[in-house]
């Protein structure tokens, strides 16, 4: 079984530029999430989706953070205009339903470093 | 007071010790316990569950959840150096709206496993 697909797995930008990283979750998993790590700290929900619909989104800085998901499949999470305090890895996850005892699928993440 | 406390560590033990990882957590709301396991550069893997308070075992491995103390543990036996990681605590509490929940993790401990 192929896992979560993500890209790129770097990248690197000036403050204020913009970036987007690209999620192909587990075939057939309705529930996509996407998750900020900082360094030395636990994953920080950003964004739940299921199939193509936002479940939640209260921790996601709107002023600057968008995600989509198109068709139920792929996601895509843009920062525009990025900061300094954006550098971490960016999780993306998936389950095959939503739901406390679900099983969370991680990829390994992009790591973005902010100069 | 965070609502979960984790010790980062780090923690170095020789190969065959006892390990015993531990958090703790302040909202009683939480139902779900897990632990996640991450290795370097890679995203967190579930490694075991709970709903309830008392044991689990999963081959090595044993979660032990206390919802009176709000204390939750991870022994790993026979360590060996396969196990050296980053361990996530994560526990899950019903969100606002019907059928939302939010999963917390903790900071993490970084195990070292000496052969």
């Known amino acids: 079984e192929a896992g979560v697909a993500q890209s790129p797995r770097y990248k690197i930008i000036e403050k204020r530029q913009s970036v987007a990283f690209w999620c192909n979750p587990i075939s057939g998993h309705a529930t996509l999430y996407w998750y900020q790590q900082i360094l030395g700290q636990g994953p920080k929900l950003l964004i739940q989706?299921?199939?193509?619909?936002?479940?939640?989104d209260s921790q996601l800085p709107k002023d600057r953070f968008s995600a989509e998901r198109l068709k139920g499949v792929d996601s895509t999470l843009k920062i525009q205009p990025a900061k300094l305090e954006d550098s971490a890895v960016y999780l993306c996850?998936?389950?095959?339903?939503?739901?406390?005892?679900?099983?969370?699928?991680f990829g390994s993440g992009t790591q973005l470093s902010v100069l | 007071q965070k609502e979960v406390e984790q010790d980062p560590g780090p923690l170095s033990v020789p190969e065959g010790a006892i390990v015993s990882l531990n958090c703790t957590y302040s909202?009683?709301?939480?139902?779900?316990f897990m632990w996640y396991r991450q290795y370097s550069r890679k995203g967190p893997e579930l490694l075991m569950y709970?709903?309830?308070?008392g044991n689990k075992e999963d081959g090595r491995f044993t979660a032990q959840v206390d919802k009176s103390s709000k204390y939750i543990s991870l022994f790993i036996r026979d360590s060996q150096p396969s196990d050296s990681a980053t361990y996530l605590c994560?526990?899950?509490?019903?969100?606002?709206?019907?059928?939302?929940?939010?999963?917390?993790f903790g900071k993490g401990t970084k195990l070292s496993v000496i052969p």
């Open positions: 989706f299921q199939n193509n619909g936002v479940v939640d």
């Open positions: 909202n009683s709301a939480f139902q779900y």
């Open positions: 996850a998936s389950s095959l339903r939503r739901g406390q005892g679900e099983k969370l699928f």
């Open positions: 709970t709903y309830s308070s």
């Open positions: 994560a526990m899950s509490a019903p969100y606002s709206g019907a059928g939302s929940y939010q999963l917390t």
